[in-house]
């Protein structure tokens, strides 16, 4: 079976390329087949129009959006990484060159917070995307980098013992008893960039360093599984994923029986079943088959569903990377319903694209208000679409 484009050109195929072969099953020889030419036609003029508008807006320097959070210039030169652009090699090596600057001595890839909030940290989340988009440029130029960055996000897990064992959250744990800023709590969102990071860092065994660093992936796995709603008379909840134990930020629900449990939401349960991909649970296992079944029953593109618009990019950028690593290319819906979600997903991007190629969230709780940071998203989410 040939290469997929989805760990980048130079990544080395390791594990996560066996996973992603599993995903697509039969037939993943093709993985464009099943896309109608029109919806295909329309969606690359959509990804094309987007990264043209990206393009402009680059700096000298080669970020783009807040240079606080190399995260936000990393999105946008993934999106570059897997295009065909013609410009793709220039507004790479700048973007790349940007972000090997925040490299750390403790070999996270952040800006340290210097005052404030939006100063700078939230080093998991930033190196862990910050990863994917180096490794997708180009992993060996970037190894020492990411070898690091690796050990760092390994250092970052929550260990036993602790609340949340297992995920990832925003910083990297303190040491017991350290006090001061925010509080330090592992999240799905954070444990999914995680999880992708290393899977997609990962190199085959006969070539991997003795000294490479790595998580603990049965930790990680019990983390998500905690997250979802396994109780089958919730028929609302059941199969989806909430944000983080006990539901302080992501929202609590009570069951038909008076139990208190997590509200399950759109993005969080895309998020949910590409980890458990990365954490190696069977396609077939019910925990996949039931974040499917949740997909299916609460299936929308109009908006992150429980959430209404709030993060309604990043939702669309989770919910095509997991079904495309799934391998599903449709769903059904429960009255019997195909929801063909590459074609609803280009249409709706199509019409929320800006004149100019942009796109921008009207609700900017998570920052995409931002238009570079959902024009970063749409890009994404277009080339999942596309098979890129």
């Keep these: 079976m040939r290469k997929r484009r989805i760990?980048?050109?130079?990544?080395?195929?390791?594990?996560?390329?066996?996973?992603?072969?599993?995903?697509?099953?039969?037939?993943?020889?093709?993985?464009?087949?099943?896309?109608?030419?029109?919806?295909?036609?329309?969606?690359?003029?959509?990804?094309?129009?987007?990264?043209?508008?990206?393009?402009?807006?680059?700096?000298?320097?080669?970020?783009?959006?807040?240079?606080?959070?190399?995260?936000?210039?990393?999105?946008?030169?993934?999106?570059?990484?897997?295009?065909?652009?013609?410009?793709?090699?220039?507004?790479?090596a700048r973007a790349a060159a940007f972000i090997e600057q925040f490299a750390q001595p403790d070999g996270g890839i952040y800006k340290p917070a210097t005052g404030g909030r939006g100063s700078g940290g939230l080093s998991t989340y930033n190196t862990g995307i910050c990863m994917i988009a180096l490794a997708t440029y180009d992993r060996q130029k970037y190894d020492p980098i990411i070898r690091r960055a690796r050990r760092f996000l390994a250092a970052s897990q929550f260990r036993e013992g602790s609340s949340g064992a297992g995920g990832f959250g925003y910083e990297q744990p303190r040491p017991s008893g350290e006090s001061g800023g925010r509080p330090m709590r592992p999240d799905l969102s954070n444990t999914s960039w995680a999880l992708q990071a290393m899977r997609m860092t990962e190199l085959p065994a006969d070539v991997r360093p003795a000294d490479d660093a790595d998580i603990d992936w049965k930790s990680a796995r019990t983390f998500v599984e905690s997250l979802q709603c396994r109780e089958p008379t919730d028929t609302h909840n059941y199969g989806g994923f909430g944000y983080e134990p006990r539901g302080e930020r992501g929202g609590t629900t009570v069951s038909p029986e008076g139990a208190v449990m997590l509200r399950s939401y759109g993005s969080m349960t895309y998020a949910g079943l590409e980890s458990l991909i990365y954490a190696e649970v069977d396609r077939s296992d019910p925990r996949i088959q039931s974040a499917l079944e949740w997909a299916a029953r609460h299936w929308s593109v109009d908006e992150n569903p429980g959430m209404g618009l709030k993060g309604l990019f990043y939702y669309y950028t989770i919910l095509s990377k997991s079904l495309r690593l799934a391998g599903v290319d449709e769903l059904r819906a429960p009255d019997g319903r195909v929801i063909a979600w590459k074609r609803e997903l280009a249409a709706k991007l199509a019409e929320l694209q800006r004149p100019d190629g942009s796109w921008v969230n009207s609700d900017n709780q998570f920052w995409e208000g931002d238009p570079v940071l959902a024009t970063s998203y749409a890009v994404l989410s277009l080339e999942s679409v596309l098979g890129r």
């Design 7 to 92: 760990i980048g050109r130079r990544v080395a195929a390791g594990l996560v390329g066996v996973l992603l072969a599993g995903a697509r099953g039969a037939g993943a020889e093709e993985p464009r087949a099943g896309m109608e030419a029109e919806t295909r036609a329309a969606a690359e003029v959509s990804l094309r129009r987007g990264l043209d508008w990206l393009k402009t807006m680059q700096r000298e320097n080669g970020s783009w959006s807040n240079e606080n959070f190399p995260a936000m210039t990393a999105l946008a030169l993934w999106g570059f990484t897997r295009s065909d652009h013609p410009d793709r090699d220039a507004i790479c």
